[in-house]
């Protein structure tokens, strides 16, 4: 059965509500999978690692484009400062890594921030650790797999540019390269485990795999837990109305959703989830009630989110918790990857890749319709926050997407924050 209210838009493939969302306590079965306790553990065990930065990541707000566009406010919180790695994959597969390696070891006395830290070393060095990826899981993957020291393979699917093939390479990982898309990648890295032996890290849940992209995805409630410390709101309720988050296979929605669910309860915000037109498995999952995939060709610009499969395990949040599901096209992502570089008097310039910038686009897509901003219940009270989730981690893609280096961009920020004496 096809459920929920479906608007074409301008720019946009569709808009489709969930009659499925619920506003109740988060739900007892879900919080056993995925709870605030376990996301912080993950910060506490991440907080130490090298190669993440030492703070939060910042929460920008844009009153220039919060005026545009009719609302209180738009915050962005800027994951591509996150860490070296550019993106905020980092939080996820190092945490799921250090989950696995405390269930191999349960006699052992490892300590979970030890485990980065390369004091397990000599334990883990005949351990290989395989994954697919579109580029920034396989970057952070294979990084923390090198402060492990344990072995990596990265599988990348013909769509994976040479750009991001390189960086992977840079920690040591070895790349196994496919002729598919992205969901055949999955399939082969699953049966070059079984064939050698090797340990799946993947954000992607199927039949008989749910730890760790589980492990996955409670790495992603760091973001969420310094979003509530950056914006603490009313006792009880949320500084954000409204979330937009990006789709892919649903992980990172799903770490984000969970957090703000159980904290927040009936009086969460309303989360908006945003994928390529031509990769829309979670329009589709939303559509008919249950885990599906892609309609289109799943190639897309915003190549961490050109997935064609649902993950069943993050479904399970996302079907209860998400009030609206967006498709957009790639011109959208590619306007707002230049409105963010832009910025303006008012509003810090960001550099935000083409995946990053999803969340923006949609919320231009919808604030372009007037009776769409009616059905999301966006006006001048409204407080917005969309996620950078990538800087340029292709820098020649987005350059030749903006038209304008990333350095250039990271420069005119820094002039801005002179000129605001650090403020945003």
């Known amino acids: 059965m096809i459920a929920g209210n479906i608007h074409p838009m301008t720019g946009v493939a569709m808009l489709l509500s969930n009659p499925h969302a619920l506003r109740t306590h988060y739900p007892a079965d879900l919080a056993a999978i995925m709870n605030i306790q376990h996301a912080q553990a993950s910060r506490r065990w991440l907080a130490p690692w090298k190669e993440l930065a030492s703070a939060a990541t910042p929460l920008y707000v844009l009153p220039d484009l919060a005026g545009q566009l009719q609302l209180a406010c738009v915050h962005v919180k800027d994951e591509s400062v996150r ?129 760790i992209p589980r492990d996955v995805m409670q790495g992603y409630g760091t973001i969420a837990a310094e979003l509530v410390e950056q914006a603490a709101g009313d006792e009880g309720r949320s500084t954000f109305t409204h979330i937009f988050l990006q789709g892919g296979v649903g992980g990172l929605a799903a770490g984000i959703v969970s957090y703000f669910w159980e904290l927040y309860g009936a009086n969460r915000p309303r989360f908006i989830v ?94 372009d319709s007037s009776i769409c901003m009616k059905q999301l219940g966006l006006d001048t009270s409204s407080r917005v926050l969309v996620i950078n989730t990538e800087g340029a981690t292709a820098p020649s893609v987005y350059r030749e997407l903006t038209g304008v280096a990333a350095e250039m961009v990271l420069s005119q920020q820094k002039n801005w924050k002179d000129a605001h004496h650090g403020n945003s």
């Open 83 to 211: 860490s070296s790695l550019g993106s905020f994959k980092a939080l996820g597969a190092p945490v799921a890594l250090i989950r696995q390696v405390l269930r191999l070891y349960p006699e052992s006395a490892i300590t979970p921030e030890d485990v980065l830290a390369g004091r397990h070393a000599q334990l883990l060095q005949n351990y290989t650790v395989i994954s697919a990826t579109d580029g920034n899981h396989g970057r952070s993957l294979a990084a923390a797999a090198r402060c492990a020291g344990c072995r990596c393979v990265i599988v990348l699917h013909a769509q994976v540019s040479a750009e991001r093939e390189a960086a992977i390479a840079a920690f040591g990982a070895k790349i196994v390269r496919i002729e598919g898309n992205y969901d055949e990648s999955v399939e082969v890295a699953a049966q070059m485990a079984q064939d050698h032996g090797w340990q799946v890290i993947s954000d992607t849940s199927y039949e008989g795999y749910e730890d």
């Open 274 to 367: 945003v994928e390529p037109a031509q990769a829309d498995c979670l329009y589709q999952s939303a559509l008919y009630g249950r885990a599906g995939r892609a309609t289109g060709t799943v190639e897309s610009i915003m190549a961490g989110l050109a997935c064609g499969e649902t993950s069943p395990l993050a479904w399970r949040f996302l079907q209860p918790a998400v009030d609206y599901f967006l498709t957009i096209d790639d011109e959208l992502a590619i306007e707002a990857m230049r409105k963010l570089a832009t910025g303006s008097e008012d509003d810090i310039p960001i550099v935000a890749g083409e995946s990053g910038a999803a969340g923006l686009a949609g919320l231009l897509s919808i604030c």
